[in-house]
């Protein structure tokens, strides 16, 4: 009876523990555009340029590979995928066509990583929203970046173009 009593009280204690854990909010802090770190700004802005600029490269993604701010893990990545990046990276300029101009246009504190959230104005008309997202962490680096569209037809919906991390 105690070894069921005890066992019953152990049950309820997870299920208690596992409901406070999911019950909170998931929601990160947004960080307001006015107040946000001049370094990580120049950070983001640097990465952005130079991402848009390995799209129409002859390198592809193998261009960022040296840059100061790139990370091991999305080194890596390119480097493992190169063939994939290479492909993804060709079809790119016809899917967005040319980028004309972007604009940061939300900033998320997920702790020890930023993600920086660029809206891509391009000449492309079957797209409602284009959208380059860096996560940059706390050394500055390039923890990882998606370039998200979203059709005027419905069909894409902020959908990843990019190949993605296997986590």
Known sequence: ????????????LILGLVCISSCGTNEYEKIPLDSLDLKLKKRGNVVV????????????????LHKDYMTPMVHGR???NSELY?????MI????GKVLKYKLFQVVDK????????KLETDAEDLKFIELKLD??????????YLYVTSNNGMLKRQNIL?????
């Open 1 to 12: 009876m105690r070894y069921t009593l005890a066992i019953s009280k152990l049950i309820v």
């Open 93 to 96: 300029p016809k899917i967005i």
């Open 163 to 167: 190949p993605i991390a296997i986590k």
């Open 111 to 118: 702790g020890l990583v930023k993600t920086m959230r660029y």
């Open 136 to 145: 940059i962490n706390i050394e500055y680096g390039l923890a990882d970046y």
């Open 49 to 64: 340029k130079d991402i848009l600029a390995s799209i129409n490269h002859s390198d592809g993604a193998r261009f960022l």
């Open 86 to 90: 290479s492909k993804t990276y060709e």
């Open 78 to 80: 390119i480097m493992h």
